[in-house]
T-cell receptor, first 112, second 113 residues
Framework: DAGVIQSPRHEVTEMGQEVTLRCKPI?????LFWYRQTMMRGLELLIY????????DSGMPEDRFSAKMPNASFSTLKIQPSEPRDSAVYFC??????????FGSGTRLTVV | AQSVSQHNHHVILSEAASLELGCNYS??????LFWYVQYPGQHLQLLLK??????LVKGIKGFEAEFIKSKFSFNLRKPSVQWSDTAEYFC???????????FGKGTKLSVIP
């Protein structure tokens, strides 16, 4: 099993540009989570899906953030337009029910 | 709102010293409990987890944790740390009826050779 796969590993973009982060969950897992990690706020849950359906997006900071899960093996987190305060490490995780949360390697986003 | 507290922001130990990192969570019914480790520049890796049964849980790399229900605590321990244990440690909780993990702020552990 390749684990949770995220791309890109690093992203540097200019303020105002659109950024798309990608995640491939573990096959068979029915939950997918997007977290953001910063020094100031630690790990924050942004949104999670169950069977490709968004369940709770209350952690999404504002309308500039959107997430989709078009099928069981792919999810995207989009920021448009990006701002310097969006700089963080974004982690995707998947799980089977309430067990087996596995995290991807993360995407380090820098907005300049 | 349900929360997870890790009491120590940064712990510095010499090799072979014993480790205990505190974790408390707010009341909210049945919980699943986790400890994750994050080595510098890397992703979160599961150290151990508690769902039910024996409250003393053994994980990888010689770590263990004890669930004390009356204290809402799930402290992480290791009898003798190594330099390679230098990392950040996160306690996480999943309350019954919820599928998300709520994380503590993390404790950075520095082990001095």
């Amino acid at each position: 099993d390749a684990g949770v796969i995220q791309s890109p590993r690093h992203e540097v973009t200019e303020m105002g540009q659109e950024v798309t982060l990608r995640c491939k969950p573990i096959s068979g897992h029915d939950y997918l989570f997007w977290y953001r990690q910063t020094m100031m706020r630690g790990l924050e849950l942004l949104i999670y899906f169950n069977n490709n359906v968004p369940i709770d997006d209350s952690g999404m900071p504002e309308d500039r953030f959107s997430a989709k899960m078009p099928n069981a093996s792919f999810s995207t987190l989009k920021i448009q337009p990006s701002e310097p305060r969006d700089s963080a490490v974004y982690f995707c995780a998947s799980s089977l029910g309430r067990v087996g949360y596995t995290f991807g390697s993360g995407t380090r986003l820098t907005v300049v | 709102a349900q929360s997870v507290s890790q009491h120590n922001h940064h712990v510095i130990l010499s090799e072979a010293a014993s480790l205990e990192l505190g974790c408390n969570y707010s009341y909210g019914g049945t919980v699943n409990l986790f400890w994750y480790v994050q080595y510098p520049g890397q992703h979160l890796q599961l150290l151990l987890k508690y769902f039910s049964g024996d409250p003393l849980v053994k994980g990888i790399k010689g770590f263990e944790a004890e669930f004390i229900k009356s204290k809402f605590s799930f402290n992480l321990r290791k009898p003798s740390v190594q330099w390679s244990d230098t990392a950040e440690y996160f306690c996480a909780v999943n309350w019954a009826g919820s599928y998300q993990l709520t994380f503590g702020k993390g404790t950075k552990l520095s082990v001095i050779p």
